[in-house]
């Protein structure tokens, strides 16, 4: 029987379906009691440092982070959302895993090789406050505002708002207000310890609904004869349907990502030891790849069956018939899991923010400060989340690219020259990237030239950025030798 390129999602569940959902999120929901009964515990800890010692522990684990769970929670949310990597495949085929893939392994091991041990010496707590140990307070505070933005979970919250909408038949309204409500219920539990406890249920859950889809569309269709047979050329094409040069871009948007990713910080500071810190980021580049193939596989396996679906809902539809019932309310699961913890991460950190690095809420128990900061946090996501329409990229644009163009080149540099540009410099100079990104991206909008069209905002930003850097760094560097 053929596969039909759109269905009803809530009309292809059954009660198996339902009862497996439910009992992943009420697994999810367990973890969460538990680590609030650990938390608990070590807050009644008599000691003279006491509210450091909470403070630590609700940010990043006490800092006793081990390495299967540090593999656990850096692999569930670094992922996202299966669905826009899977839409790549549907369209382009293997050109997914080398961009989505490949070029992601080399930041990976790049952060791990360079980065790690640069990054723990500080003893930081979060990015704003290792900002701070390198360039100074003012430099962390202007940082702060950028990083809260940056990581509201805007667009996991329309991840998971679009993905409730299917399963219930609801609002994207409602939908939002439902996903993020349940993310804030166990985030309110126990800070970055309930995150991670959680983080390990969706893991496995992802990791066995996306495979499920691979070995179900195998023994239904066959392997990579039946891929050659429905697939155009292109699908098994570097470039797939674009120009040589296009993949290539791809590297840059993962190094700049990567490198300056407050959730990957917030882990490599949590963790044990440098050395769980780097293997940890070794050992989750393995699950990455297995995901990266089975979603590849999987998009390219819906492209051969429903060539004419929605590429946005393809996968979606085509793993939906593909998979008996019961794997079906494992693989929905599996999609959620990919968006709740990524999205909770970061509503953390973003709440993080407020009420310790900015801070916002002063002279406050750290329990309430966390309870408000998360609350507000919510609030401003699910109003952003609404107003944007489910637009995803216009979220990106507007809040992403700001953050790297300012920040990308000063803290890599500032790893390997610390010290070399004043607190106000460094304002300075981010602030110059933020200026000229805002200003090239309006005179693109504007004149619309060919030049402008070709020369991304991003890249005039973070031009600007690095050109002023390193203008103090040689201004700073010749009066010292005029003093000496």
Not at 72 to 94: P, R
Not at 139 to 145: N, P, V
Request: proline letters at 3%; one cysteine or more; charged letters at 10%.
């Amino acid at each position: 029987m053929p596969l039909q390129e759109t269905i009803n999602v809530h009309n292809l569940l059954n009660k198996l379906d339902w009862t497996i959902f439910t009992a992943i999120l009420l697994l999810t929901l367990a973890t969460v009691v538990y680590s609030f009964i650990k938390q608990k515990k070590i807050n009644k800890i008599t000691t003279t440092n006491k509210n450091n010692l909470q403070l630590t522990e609700y940010l990043i684990m006490g800092r006793q982070l081990t390495l299967p769970l540090f593999v656990a929670t850096l692999s569930s949310t670094w992922y996202g959302n299966i669905f826009g990597v899977a839409q790549i495949a549907f369209e382009h085929g293997v050109y997914n895993f080398i961009t989505q893939g490949l070029f992601w392994y080399a930041s990976y091991i790049a952060f791990a090789i360079f980065f790690v041990k640069k990054i723990r010496k500080y003893n930081s707590l979060t990015l704003p406050d290792l900002i701070k140990n390198i360039f100074g307070e003012k430099s962390a505070k202007f940082s702060a505002i950028l990083i809260f933005f940056k990581t509201l979970p805007i667009t996991h919250t329309i991840g998971i708002a679009i993905l409730l909408q299917l399963i219930f038949n609801i609002s994207f309204s409602l939908a939002a207000i439902l996903g993020v409500c349940f993310v804030l219920i166990y985030s309110l539990f126990g800070g970055f310890r309930a995150v991670v406890l959680s983080d390990l249920i969706q893991c496995i859950c992802m990791i066995v609904g996306i495979i499920s889809v691979v070995c179900f569309s195998y023994s239904t269709f066959g392997g990579i004869n039946f891929l050659i047979t429905k697939l155009p050329p292109s699908h098994f094409s570097f470039s797939g349907n674009h120009n040589a040069a296009t993949p290539f871009v791809w590297l840059l948007i993962a190094c700049s990502t990567t490198f300056i990713n407050p959730a990957f910080y917030q882990r490599c500071f949590a963790a044990k030891s440098d050395k769980t810190a780097i293997y940890g980021i070794l050992c989750s580049l393995f699950i990455w790849i297995i995901i990266d193939c089975c979603i590849t596989a999987g998009g390219m396996y819906a492209f051969a069956t429903i060539p004419k679906s929605q590429p946005i809902n393809a996968y979606l539809t085509y793993s939906m018939q593909i998979l008996p019932n019961g794997w079906k309310g494992l693989f929905l699961a599996a999609g959620a899991a990919t968006i709740l913890s990524t999205l909770d991460s970061f509503l953390l950190i973003s709440a993080n923010t407020l009420f310790f690095d900015l801070p916002v809420l002063r002279n406050i128990n750290i329990n309430v400060k966390h309870i408000y900061s998360l609350m507000l946090t919510s609030i401003i996501t699910i109003s952003l989340a609404i107003y944007y329409e489910g637009k995803i990229e216009n979220v990106w644009l507007n809040f992403k690219s700001y953050f790297s163009a300012c920040l990308l080149f000063p803290l890599i540099i500032g790893y390997y020259l610390p010290k070399k540009i004043s607190d106000n410099q460094f304002i300075i100079a981010c602030s110059a990237g933020c200026i000229s990104f805002s200003l090239w991206g309006l005179f693109n909008r504007f004149y619309n030239t060919n030049i402008a069209d070709q020369i991304n905002s991003f890249y005039v930003g973070n031009l600007a950025t690095l050109c002023i850097f390193f203008y103090y760094v040689y201004k700073n560097k010749q009066n010292n030798l005029l003093s000496t």
